[in-house]
T-cell receptor, first 115, second 113 residues
Framework: EAQVTQNPRYLITVTGKKLTVTCSQNMNHEYMSWYRQDPGLGLRQIYYSMNVEVTDKGDVPEGYKVSRKEKRNFPLILESPSPNQTSLYFC??????????????FGPGTRLTVT | AQSVTQLGSHVSVSEGALVLLRCNYSSSVPPYLFWYVQYPNQGLQLLLKYTSAATLVKGINGFEAEFKKSETSFHLTKPSAHMSDAAEYFCAVSGGGSYIPTFGRGTSLIVHP
């Protein structure tokens, strides 16, 4: 089954404690992306990756890091989480956007609470 | 840079009534256009997409959208709302000179019995 998986689905942590949210896709997609969803603000892109070892900042990259060492995985790293990073996070993947009408496939989401 | 505007953060309809969710985009060339739906506690899933093959696009669950180049619009409609249609709906655009997909802020559809 084609899917994007994220782990964990729910996470409560404290300020400053480093954490990683994993994302994996099994569709051999080149493009992967991280979004955060907050009430009234819709989806905001954090980072994206066009392919292995190619990453770039989205609209709200501050406080986040990513890596793309393998095509299937795109972890999101919060080195020192703060309460303003409390949000619902989504990972997505697709074939190269802009080269065709390629829809994005979304993971189920990770709800993060930073106290 | 391209942008997407969804008019109305909330739309409320009665069960059986017409659903109309508005989406306008700005792009120098015709882009690829998408509607996604997000049911409570789930990720987004594709509802339908415009690929330039036809201006009227049919999607899942009875939804359809019409691409109007002159109005730079891609509004989503459904003739008769069902309670199960209550969800968040996102319009998105890619291509049209920009590689990176851009999402609208979303419209929450509320369906009253």
């Amino acid at each position: 089954e084609a899917q994007v998986t994220q782990n964990p689905r729910y996470l409560i942590t404290v300020t400053g404690k480093k954490l990683t949210v994993t994302c994996s896709q099994n569709m051999n997609h080149e493009y992967m992306s991280w979004y955060r969803q907050d009430p009234g603000l819709g989806l905001r892109q954090i980072y994206y990756s066009m392919n292995v070892e190619v990453t770039d900042k989205g609209d709200v990259p501050e406080g986040y890091k990513v890596s793309r060492k393998e095509k299937r995985n795109f972890p999101l790293i919060l080195e020192s989480p703060s309460p303003n990073q409390t949000s619902l996070y989504f990972c997505a993947s697709s074939r190269p956007p802009g080269q065709g009408a390629y829809e994005q496939y979304f993971g189920p989401g990770t709800r993060l609470t930073v106290t | 840079a391209q942008s997407v505007t969804q008019l109305g953060s909330h739309v409320s309809v009665s069960e059986g009534a017409l659903v109309l969710l508005r989406c306008n985009y700005s792009s120098s060339v015709p882009p690829y256009l998408f509607w996604y739906v997000q049911y409570p506690n789930q990720g987004l899933q594709l509802l339908l997409k415009y690929t330039s093959a036809a201006t009227l696009v049919k999607g899942i669950n009875g939804f359809e959208a019409e691409f109007k180049k002159s109005e730079t619009s891609f509004h989503l409609t459904k003739p008769s709302a069902h309670m199960s249609d209550a969800a968040e709906y996102f319009c998105a655009v890619s291509g049209g000179g920009s590689y990176i997909p851009t999402f609208g802020r979303g419209t929450s559809l509320i369906v009253h019995p």
